[in-house]
């Protein structure tokens, strides 16, 4: 098998939309809402083309990562960026895919002028790739509990030493904020699949 990382072109919007569903559905929530989000980024001000990449083995998309600016106190970040979704199909997961196609893009946003990388997540996984949480830099999200560590909020410092003056409050470009319905009506244009019952571990 022979596996290529490339730009995301247009023409691969709906099957990188429908391989993130895939990928997501009744992971998190009841179905899932990353497809919309990724479709929403794309139209954003925030989001970076030249660090939208998919991950095609033997010509077929298995992976997809996208990249956008964060903000702070409103305005938008020119060299701090976020990444997510990422999104490996169900049948290649468990492959390394995703690690490979962050630590590629990872590279690639240094490459651009990228200076850190901030993300939410597993501490347990996104360690390996550098990031640490982002109150150590005194770096938190909108809201949150400054006495504690927030660690599922993690940066990745690509300059070394460029975070030591940026302490502050940041957050994602507002594509990451959907709603129940815009969901169900997104949803549509896509083959029917069932929904598991909602969990009080879900993260909705």
Known sequence: MSMIFRLEEQIDHNDVEQLTREAFWNVYQPGCCEHLVLHKLRESEAFIRELDFVAAEDGKIVANI??????????????IAAFGPVSVHPDHQGKGIGGKIITHTLQKAKETGIKAV????????????????????DIYLPGADRDKENEFFMVNELEEGYLKACAGTYDFDKSFMVKEDE???????????VKREARESDIL
């Open 183 to 193: 969901v169900d009506a997104f949803d549509k244009k896509f083959v029917p699949k």
């Open 118 to 137: 901030m993300i939410t997540g597993s501490p347990q996984y996104y360690c390996r790739f550098g990031f640490v949480p982002a109150s150590k830099y």
């Open 66 to 79: 996208v990249y956008s600016r964060m903000y702070k106190d409103g305005r938008m970040c020119s060299s």
